[in-house]
């Protein structure tokens, strides 16, 4: 199982990288932190490709590029609440701000594939 977990989370790091990209781009990178998910992306694609390759990449490099991605994803969610209550209005205007404001739980993606990794690290090497 750790070797499919392993791919999964490379495969999944990598488009998932792409599209925050684009769209963090249509923000123009307003806030430096909307650089890092662009950044451990393609860190943690080539940590779960070694994870497929050696069981000591999956023990090591993955689980903690998993954690960081993970985390990442959590502080995201924060972010992205906090700029829809900042919009004018806040939560006071939902219908508007939620969907013109930073998408809520996209973030929340991060926190899945980083999990992935990191259960991929905790299960046995198939052979």
């Given at each position: 199982?750790?070797?499919?977990?392993?791919?999964?989370t490379?495969?999944?790091?990598?488009?998932?990288?792409?599209?925050?990209?684009?769209e963090?781009?249509?923000?123009?990178?307003?806030?430096?932190?909307?650089?890092?998910?662009?950044?451990?992306?393609?860190?943690?694609?080539?940590?779960?490709?070694?994870?497929?390759?050696?069981?000591?990449?999956?023990?090591?490099?993955?689980?903690?590029?998993?954690?960081?991605?993970?985390?990442?994803?959590?502080?995201?969610?924060?972010?992205?609440?906090?700029?829809?209550?900042?919009?004018?209005?806040?939560?006071?205007?939902?219908?508007?701000?939620?969907?013109?404001g930073?998408?809520?739980?996209?973030?929340?993606?991060?926190?899945?594939?980083?999990?992935?990794?990191?259960?991929?690290?905790?299960?046995?090497?198939?052979?």
């Amino acid at each position: 199982m750790q070797r499919t977990l392993a791919g999964a989370t490379a495969f999944s790091a990598l488009p998932l990288g792409l599209e925050i990209y684009f769209e963090h781009f249509r923000g123009s990178f307003g806030d430096k932190w909307m650089w890092t998910p662009v950044a451990l992306s393609p860190a943690l694609t080539a940590a779960g490709v070694a994870g497929i390759r050696s069981e000591r990449a999956a023990q090591t490099w993955l689980p903690a590029l998993s954690a960081l991605y993970c985390l990442d994803g959590l502080i995201g969610v924060v972010t992205h609440v906090r700029g829809v209550a900042r919009k004018p209005g806040g939560f006071r205007e939902p219908l508007f701000n939620i969907v013109m404001g930073p998408p809520l739980l996209a973030p929340g993606s991060l926190a899945l594939v980083g999990g992935m990794g990191l259960a991929a690290a905790v299960l046995g090497r198939e052979r």
